[in-house]
């Protein structure tokens, strides 16, 4: 099994949403290292659930990679804000991948907090200028994130 982190603006998709509908398309990835991690996941491969753009940012919860990577078909869409006129039902170009809603962390877990917590400190997320939307984590980061949720001082959720 293979771990992941996603970003979403919570003003476009937010984790409650997924936890109502149960499962999204991660449609709109425009970076191609994001888009290839996509390409390697594999269905039962968990992620985490991060809220970008919003104060403060930080991971929410934890969904499930239930359908393998296919081609985006917001990228065909003339009037999609991810269409991409380069792209083909022939060379689709991009992809994405279904992911179903799993569980909310036991509590949120704020980007200030990650990046000062000394296991997190190789993690992409805690990097300058890291933005992809998909990355990779490391199974003893998954860990060190886990653990940290139960842990009594971080703080509340902002909602």
């Not at 476009?12 to 888009?35: C, D, H, K, M």
């Not at 992809?132 to 984590?137: D, F, H, T």
Request: with cysteine.
């Amino acid at each position: 099994m293979q771990y992941w982190l996603f970003k979403s603006e919570p003003d476009s998709y937010s984790f409650q949403r997924l936890a109502l509908e149960g499962r999204t398309e991660w449609s709109g990835v425009r970076n191609y290292q994001a888009r290839n991690y996509m390409k390697s996941m594999q269905v039962g491969d968990l992620g985490f659930f991060y809220h970008s753009n919003t104060s403060p940012p930080g991971i929410i919860g934890i969904c499930r990679v239930i359908r393998t990577a296919y081609p985006d078909f917001t990228a065909l869409d003339p009037q999609s804000p991810y269409f991409d006129p380069r792209a083909s039902a022939a060379k689709p170009i991009w992809e994405m991948v279904d992911v179903a809603f799993e569980r909310p962390l036991e509590r949120f877990l704020p980007l200030e907090l990650l990046r000062a917590h000394q296991p997190l400190a190789a993690m992409a997320l805690v990097q300058k200028g890291q933005r992809l939307s998909v990355q990779p984590v490391a199974a003893k980061e998954w860990q060190a994130i886990l653990a940290l949720a139960l842990q009594p001082d971080a703080v509340a959720d902002p909602e």
